[in-house]
């Protein structure tokens, strides 16, 4: 088989031990028939969301039945006892907070970890939490950005305002040039918080070896190094001491980056003080409140523009709910701070965002990452700018492309990473052709007329977006080939559904010349791949494919000259085919990659000239290196990938809703995305991340918010009260279409694709029922997201006259 595997939609390899059940997830680790030999973790959380902690009493605890430990802050020493790592932070960040694994005196959201129960199994640990007695003070607790700016009460005492940190990036003057514009416009945005939802929740076993002192940690994390680093530097560990396994991860979508929760190190130090395994899983419910959230965010914005709809200058106030702490930083207000240009070039920018604290969970960047309010306060000004000049809002959009000739385009920003923000290629005004065309824009005004003929009010909307993916520093690759011929490959990120084992596979049989069955992907095994930074930012297929690709050419290299030797040719003169290495034009001149990787090992087998075999096992001879004088033993190749900078994805949404004219029901009746990941490894799998992040920014757009009351508590924990959309509020066709403008940056020409169908889904549903209801209501438009419903038929009472 000769066919390029790079492009071609292979089915997922993973797919099947996952439809059969023979998924094995962090809970499924060291489960015994009897169940006996693993102790269980239960965590006793804060009711309140803020409260000063008087005194926790665990006397009636200790004599519980099956109860091993119970801990508080009194029981955590050295590391332990301080804060949890910042993990990103920033000059901007003046005022950081990160928690203390169990709280030390006071408690700042519902749901924050105050004693660690370890007992014979769940059942006992969770009723040995429920003798735990505390007393609290309660405070008052701050929900909410327009809380945490009155500042009437402060999150924490030493953070005036409640402000974490305040950035400003300018580009030009933009309020002199918004001033001077010969149009100007304001808009007040809101996005409520939502959260990650994966399928399994969080989960961390441990086991400790006293005899080795070895920690064996399996997490389910979406970085598996990271885990590593920080249990290390919390137990007091050198990093060879701690072996982090990543097994099967039901899901992620960004909230498995955080490390470590307080569970991941609580566990493993209780492993080792107990000397059994003890394992944790949490709940629904504990996932609703002690994990985190993410999007929180109130934006300003003011722009100027010409009679065209080109944009002179853009002003852009935010302020950014973080939560109780900030363990990732600012990572979530940088992103929409940079990200919210999309496709266009404002001519100048400035944008400022505050950073707040609230009392409630703690946010980690949520797939999207801020984006998707970015994309919110930019499509929602593209097409407030439409409606004022009376334009058709793709034509708006047009006139403020960069167009392809301008690439790499310098926006003259620090982007994410601390690198100028430059888009490196893309070809925008060709993907809204491709839309409009997809979608059925121009069509759309005649279908809209024969619906309202029918009394039925139907609305098109488009948004455009551009996502920074494969961010640095790095990631490797171990591509080993074994003496059978079969490749194994080691990446050091974790995979959480996105279907690495499929795409890598595809990577290296296409480089090594082998087939796509003999390639064995295993990711998030410290074991066997120690580097590694982690999957997020949509970067594994430009970070790891990079390094897979590399590995791939190492080991294939040195299996040519392996191969060269034996077979008494030049390298230049052999292929590689189905894992045969062969003479061009000479196909009986031939050897496999088996028994190339024998004749790599200096314990030779005797080989068999005329079987082209390995045969007899032997010390090699001992005058001839088994591989060229200046390589090592072993067909191994080993590589990592460092970029210059992120790559920019790109991508356009359209929708048609309908909105029932009596009860405000939204219904999505088409859904087109038009996207460009660069060079495309498999498009199967590239189309399934879309429909999943459409998925997701539908529940986005329409039903997801975490409904905090005055006091912090949050009503809605749990699937009966928060709205998720099932497959019966997801359209049937998301149609999509690919456009493949390269990337000059990493050798296979690769963009990013896994947080792509989230960004544009809650501006591009926002447009279309605008849309659908300025018929009837001219002045009305969509400046919040979610929007039920509920909150539709009120706004249209609102703007009825
Ligand atoms: N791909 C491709 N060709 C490209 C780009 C990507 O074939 N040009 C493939 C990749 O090889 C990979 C998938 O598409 O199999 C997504 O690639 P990439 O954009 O590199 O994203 P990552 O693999 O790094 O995944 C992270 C990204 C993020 S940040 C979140 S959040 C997210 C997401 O992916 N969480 C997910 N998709 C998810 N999908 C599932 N099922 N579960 C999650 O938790």
Known sequence: MTTKLMGQKVQRVEDQRFLRGQGRY??????????????????????????????????????????????????????????????????????????????????????????????????????????????????????????????????HDDVPGNVAAHLDQRVGDAPAAIAAAAHRLELDLSIERSACMPMEGRATVARWDPDTDRLQLWTSTQTSTGVRAAVAVKMGLDLGQVDVITPDVGGGFGVKINHPWPEEVLVPMAARVLGQPVKFTEDRREHFISSAHERGQEQHIEVGFDDEGRVVGLDVRFWHDNGAYTPYGLIVPIITSTQLLGPYKPGSYRVRFDSVYTNTVIVTPYRGAGRPQGCFAMERTMDAIADYLGKDRTEVRAVNFIQPEEFPYDHQLVFQDGRPLVYDSGDYPASLEKLKRLVGWDEFPAFQQEMAAQGREVGIGLACYVEGTGVGPYEGAHVHIETSGKVKVAIGLTTQGQGHATVFAQLVADELGVRMEDVEVVSGDTRRMAYSVGTFASRAAVMSGSAVHLAARRAKEKALKVAADALEVDESDLQIVDGVVSVKGAPSSAIDLGTVSVLSNPLRYAFDEASQAATQFSVGDPGKPPVAEDDEPGLEGRDFYSPDRATFASGMHAAIVETDPRTAEITILKYAVVHDCGTIINPMIVEGQIHGGVAQGIGGALYEKMAYDESGQLLNASFMDFLMPYVTEIPDGIDVDHLETPSPLNPLGIKGAGEAGVIPTAAAIASAIEDAERHSRPSMSIAAMPISPSELYTLRQEHTA
Do not use: C, K
């Open 26 to 155: 962090t809970d499924d680790v060291l489960v015994t028939a009897s169940g006996a030999g693993v102790l269980h973790a239960a965590v006793l959380r804060s009711p309140h969301a803020h409260a000063r902690i008087l005194d926790i009493d665990v006397e009636a605890v200790l004599d519980a039945e099956g109860v091993h430990a119970v801990w508080t802050y009194e029981d955590l020493q050295g590391p332990m006892a301080e804060p949890l790592p910042l993990l990103i932070p920033h000059p901007a960040l003046t005022h950081g907070r990160t928690q203390f694994a169990l709280a030390r005196d006071e408690v700042n959201y519902v749901g924050e970890a105050i004693a660690f129960v370890v007992a014979e199994d769940r059942y006992l640990a969770e009723d040995a939490v429920a003798l735990i007695r505390v007393s609290y003070e309660t405070l008052p607790a701050v929900v909410g950005v327009e809380a945490a700016r009155r500042a009437e009460h402060l999150v």
